[in-house]
């Protein structure tokens, strides 16, 4: 059980170029959330879907598309790379529970660097 | 506007001191209340969680106690030691839905 897969783990990319982080979970999880990590602010959610098809954004989703076309897959792209999304990116994914309690699992992080 | 702040950004103890991080937050729709362990290099994990109902949960050496009247909520290491050397996140979760705020984070270095 693999539980929830990011790739690249590291990427250095130019401003202007695009990419996409790519997330996938094998848990049937209904919930999928990107998040970044930057020194003193914590983790702030980018975007979230709970369930294909559905996306919706988060505390700070500029600079950034998703698309949820299955329930396993939950890809992040990059328009066009700004420095100021530098940052260590994580994907995260939960049973979408509405009363109960929400337990997020996370992947291991990609860590994107943009000169 | 940061929903849940979290305090201090970073705290250092000797092995089997007692540190404690802080969380306060003014969204009263806020409904449950989880602590994240992150290790470096990998991605944060759920140590502990809380509702509202209830002013205090322990699971092993971690505590996390619960003041709704003043909307501040703490996590407590009872006998700390160097592999509890972590950044540790609090986050709060609206009534409805699974999405999670997150505080500032609080790396935590634990002596031997």
């Known amino acids: 059980n693999a539980g929830v897969t990011q790739t690249p783990k590291f990427q250095v990319l130019k401003t202007g170029q695009s990419m996409t982080l790519q997330c996938a979970q094998d848990?049937?999880?209904?919930?999928m959330s990107w998040y970044r990590q930057d020194p003193g602010m914590g983790l702030r959610l980018i975007h979230y879907s709970v369930g294909a098809g559905i996306t919706d954004q988060g505390e700070v989703p500029n600079g950034y598309n998703v698309s949820r076309s299955t329930t396993e897959d939950f890809p992040l792209r990059l328009l066009s790379a700004a420095p100021s999304q530098t940052s260590v990116y994580f994907c995260?994914?939960?049973?979408?529970?509405?009363?109960?309690?929400?337990?997020?699992?996370f992947g291991a992080g990609s860590r994107l660097t943009v000169l | 506007q940061q929903q849940v702040k979290q305090s201090p950004q970073s705290l250092i103890v000797q092995k089997g001191g007692i540190p404690i991080i802080n969380c306060a937050y003014e969204n009263t729709a806020f409904d449950y209340f989880p602590w994240y362990q992150q290790f470096p290099g990998k991605g944060p994990a759920l140590l502990i969680a809380i509702r509202p109902d209830v002013s205090e949960k322990k699971e092993g050496r971690f505590t996390i106690s619960f003041n709704k009247s003043a909307k501040q909520f703490s996590l407590h290491i009872m006998d700390s030691q160097p592999g509890d050397s972590a950044t540790y996140f609090c986050a709060a979760r609206v009534t409805s839905g699974s999405r999670l705020t997150f505080g500032e984070g609080t790396q935590l270095t634990v002596n031997p």
């Open positions: 995260a994914s939960s049973p979408y529970l509405d009363s109960g309690a929400n337990v997020l699992t």
């Open positions: 848990m049937n999880h209904e919930y």
